[in-house]
């Protein structure tokens, strides 16, 4: 099993900076989520995403794009409002 932090962009994902990495096997961070913490993995954005707020990639960091993940949405049901 692996444990996976998601941030996202609500106010209390900031607390998220303080807990130990060691925690979390992956950080995958939503749009701008990737300011709230620099050890994460993943970075998921939309097209829209303004390329000059797109954080430079350390090792081991990757980029998905919605080519990438929303297939794998859609094939799991999408968004249900």
Same mark, same amino acid.
């Given at each position: 099993?692996?444990? %996976?932090?998601?941030?996202?962009?609500?106010?209390?994902?900031?607390?998220?900076?303080?807990?130990? =990495?060691?925690?979390?096997? =992956?950080?995958?961070?939503?749009?701008?989520? /990737?300011?709230? =913490? $620099?050890?994460?993995?993943? /970075?998921?954005? $939309?097209?829209?995403? $303004?390329?000059?707020?797109?954080?430079?990639?350390?090792?081991?960091? =990757?980029?998905?794009?919605?080519?990438?993940? %929303?297939?794998?949405?859609?094939?799991?049901?999408?968004?249900?409002?």
């Amino acid at each position: 099993m692996s444990i %996976v932090l998601v941030l996202g962009s609500g106010l209390n994902a900031v607390q998220a900076r303080a807990w130990p =990495r060691a925690t979390f096997d =992956r950080i995958v961070a939503i749009n701008n989520a /990737h300011l709230v =913490r $620099p050890d994460w993995d993943d /970075h998921i954005f $939309p097209w829209d995403f $303004p390329a000059d707020a797109l954080p430079p990639l350390s090792p081991g960091q =990757r980029r998905i794009e919605q080519d990438q993940f %929303v297939p794998a949405q859609n094939a799991l049901g999408g968004f249900v409002y």
